[in-house]
């Protein structure tokens, strides 16, 4: 592996539709662990220094039926796809169920396969952790609860697509300050100790995997943007930072 850049080069690959793009032209099933040499020869030669694997984490059966409901969603991928079937839909690579990669993509020994290959070639390999939000299936919802920001029975009813409602318990969904909620997924507690905790094991986990990693809207998570965000719903503000 050569020295690592001042300033890096980053090639981003929607790891779901590059496999399947190499399953039609192979003419076979195609997962990280089996990709032709042809193909990581010809990442090689872009001339990039790292290579993102994007989505390569399980997605979540229920983030799926959520989105196959959403009407919104549902014209969104129609204008995409006119013949767009329930079916065609793969789910959101940022509604995590578990930090596993999915057994679609070829699982774990399919991705140190791919990092191999990556490193062969001089490439490094990056992917994605999620910090703001998971989805209603991860085992966090039933063992954890305190990890999330809870709603009202009220709230819910008056604004479903916010809030979600599991095992009796209301979970409001995940949110950006400046946008409407995210309905497939759940918002975490960033002001909770136990939740940044079991974060800080599940990024250590993915960065033994990788060479680097990729933390989605990061910022949501630092203090005075969580708190303005959700107010007293977290909690008291911690004296320490989240990514401190």
């Not at 990442?43 to 983030?63: H, I, K």
């Not at 990669?101 to 020994?109: M, P, S």
């Not at 991860?138 to 479903?160: K, L």
């Not at 910022?219 to 969580?226: E, K």
Request: charged letters at 20%; hydrophobic letters at 40%; a negative charge.
């Amino acid at each position: 592996m050569p020295p690592k850049p001042r300033y890096p080069t980053l090639y981003e690959i929607n790891t779901w539709v590059w496999l399947a793009e190499l399953h039609k032209k192979a003419g076979k099933q195609v997962d990280l662990g089996s990709v032709p040499a042809t193909e990581w020869d010809a990442l090689a030669s872009l001339g990039f220094d790292t290579v993102w694997l994007m989505g390569v984490w399980e997605r979540s059966p229920a983030g799926i039926a959520i989105a196959n409901r959403n009407e919104n969603l549902l014209t969104d991928f129609r204008r995409a796809l006119p013949d767009f079937r329930p079916e065609d839909n793969v789910g959101s690579p940022y509604c995590v169920r578990r930090y596993v990669v999915d057994a679609q993509l070829g699982g774990t020994r399919g991705l140190s396969q791919a990092r191999k290959e990556l490193a062969t070639r001089g490439l490094r390999l990056v992917l994605d952790f999620v910090p703001n939000h998971v989805a209603p299936d991860h085992s966090w919802v039933a063992e954890h609860p305190e990890y999330f920001i809870h709603g009202t029975a009220d709230e819910a009813s008056n604004n479903p697509a916010a809030y979600i409602i599991l095992n009796g318990i209301v979970f409001a969904c995940g949110k950006d300050p400046l946008f409407p909620a995210w309905p497939d997924v759940l918002q975490l507690n960033a002001f909770q100790p136990g939740l940044r905790q079991a974060a800080a094991e599940t990024l250590s986990n993915i960065a033994n995997q990788c060479d680097g990693v990729r933390c989605d809207m990061a910022m949501l998570m630092i203090n005075p943007i969580f708190e303005r965000t959700w107010g007293s719903r977290a909690a008291a503000r911690p004296a320490t930072e989240y990514w401190g």
